[in-house]
């Protein structure tokens, strides 16, 4: 099942899930494509997203409702992305870290990633999902549609960093958390900002860094999951972005 040249066009084009109207961005390196997803199946469907979906309405699209649902376990990242906006974003929510209303900002509320409610904005550097980040992540289908991995990510890279640069600064959002320690070098070009002139969060082990673009707060954090990043991180964090 092949893509027509609009039909990867689209798909390569597309920016994330929410508003860029929103008080928070979190900026990430790839979605997970799941494994028992063909990829094709996924192409077809992704090929007729928009710029920017409501993160509801394209997971029932993909066939995903059941994510939506209860039926399946959320994704950790979805859920520590609720507990950092409940935070942000509801003065004296003490219980941030509650497991529980932060599944209910995802399922019940449909606040995460919702072109309704204007509060997060989730956005990729790279539109295509990908089963890891491992060489089997990049099945025979993303080679037939995309090329070579390391080529089609600098592509990528290229023509995405100035324009998600361009975003930021034309929508400017409240806070911009760009998540996954690996990556963090890619995410200062897009704010243009140097990792040296960003501060870390003492307490994080290294983990936690933070800058100020005028009424903009960058965030650095480790991956989402994976007990990369704690609760006792996000007390840390919270504290620095108090003072």
Known sequence: MGLTKGEKERLLSFLGYGRLSAQIWFLGMEEKLPRD????K???TRSRFGPTMDLYEAHRLLSRFNLLTGERNLSRV????????????????????????AKDYVR??????????KETFLIEFFPVPACSRGKRGWTKSHKRHFGKRAKYEEEQRLSRIPSIKSLVFRHKPRYLIAYGKEHWRYYCKVVG?????????????????V???????VVLLPFLGNGRFSHEDGEKLFEELKS
């Not at 520590?80 to 935070?87: C, G």
Request: aromatic letters at 10%; charged letters at 35%; proline letters at 3%.
């Open 37 to 40: 997803v063909k990829p094709d």
């Open 42 to 44: 996924e192409f077809q």
């Open 78 to 101: 979805w859920i520590w992305m609720a507990k950092l906006a409940r935070k942000l974003l509801y003065e004296g929510a003490c219980d941030w870290s509650n497991l529980e209303k």
């Open 108 to 117: 019940v509320d449909k606040k995460l990633g919702s072109l309704r409610h």
């Open 193 to 209: 900002l140097p990792e040296n002139e960003f501060e870390l969060v003492r307490g994080t082990r290294n983990r936690v860094k």
């Open 211 to 217: 800058a100020r673009l005028g009424e903009m707060c």
